[in-house]
């Protein structure tokens, strides 16, 4: 299982998580201090890196069967929307509930479906791309 992990995805749900963070901040958390600021980035980073590792696990786990690169892209996007949205409530329900109303957290909810279907879309229109340069450098190459 583990040689089917796809590293480079739980890397970048790192930076999606940076991403997210960061958006909240403006829309929703001031820090008072830099300190603050870097502390919430630090904790959205390393919660990107938990749910990239939970959806690449979920996603090692598939069967073979589920190879179609179109159908794993979108299972791949809804298994980190769902393990997103999960977490989110989670961490809401245990560090905020008190501080934030419903609202701040359906914000976060939202900012975070938003960024994580861009992410997601870019990374399958990247795998395209590629696969069409590629397509296109064998036909040359076999001319």
Do not use: H
């Not at 997210?20 to 959205?44: E, Q, W």
């Not at 359906?106 to 340069?133: C, E, F, H, P, Q």
């Amino acid at each position: 299982m583990l040689n089917k992990l796809n590293i480079k995805g739980i890397w970048l749900s790192s930076i999606i998580g940076l991403i997210i963070g960061s958006l909240n901040l403006v829309f929703i958390y001031k820090p008072a201090n830099t300190n603050d600021l870097i502390i919430v980035l630090i904790a959205c980073t390393l919660i990107g890196l938990f749910i990239g590792a939970i959806t690449e696990v979920i996603t090692a786990l598939l069967p073979i069967s589920l190879a179609n690169p179109k159908r794993y892209f979108f299972i791949n996007n809804l298994i980190a929307l769902i393990t997103t949205c999960i977490i989110l409530v989670i961490i809401f329900a245990i560090t905020s509930a008190a501080t934030y109303r419903l609202i701040d957290l359906l914000t976060i909810i939202g900012i975070a479906i938003t960024v994580v279907i861009v992410s997601n879309g870019m990374d399958y229109l990247y795998y395209v791309r590629t696969n069409k340069k590629l397509r296109d450098y064998q036909s040359r190459k076999t001319v």
